[in-house]
């Protein structure tokens, strides 16, 4: 059964530090491309990060510099470490992954994702 389970979310200052986790369970997280995504109250869905079967990460815009996203396969985890948090980083957070797909190439649009998880609240406070 392909289970995904966030944590690690919470409540910051605008300036503070965060690392989101994302426990893979049914599949190898390192087979697919698995990806970090967030919704704030009022907007679509957005893609935060990625990274592909790989290993190479990618990043939207708006985190760059600040987020690293990272795989442990030993533990068939994957991270969001989030720093220099501001306010409009507040949303849900969810990970998600494109198996039963494997990509060969760099990881797809949203909608070939998958499997999601249940989400993990971000808020970050001015």
């Known amino acids: 059964q392909v289970q995904l389970v966030e944590s690690g979310g919470g409540s910051v200052q605008a300036g503070g530090s965060l690392r989101l986790s994302c426990a893979a369970s049914?599949?190898?997280?390192?087979?697919?491309?698995m990806g970090w995504f967030r919704q704030a109250p009022g907007k679509e869905r957005e893609v935060v990060a990625n990274?592909?079967?790989?290993?190479?990460?990618e990043y939207t815009d708006s985190v760059k510099g600040r987020f690293t996203s990272s795989l442990d396969n030993a533990v068939n985890t994957l991270y969001l470490r989030m720093n220099s948090l501001q306010p409009e980083d507040t949303a849900m957070y969810y990970c998600?992954?494109?198996?039963?797909?494997?990509?060969?190439?760099?990881?797809?649009?949203?909608?070939?994702?998958?499997?999601w998880g249940q989400g993990t609240q971000v808020t970050v406070s001015s």
């Open positions: 998600a992954t494109t198996y039963p797909r494997i990509w060969g190439g760099r990881c797809p649009r949203q909608s070939e994702y998958n499997y």
């Open positions: 049914g599949f190898t997280a390192n087979m697919y491309c």
């Open positions: 990274i592909d079967r790989f290993g190479r990460p």
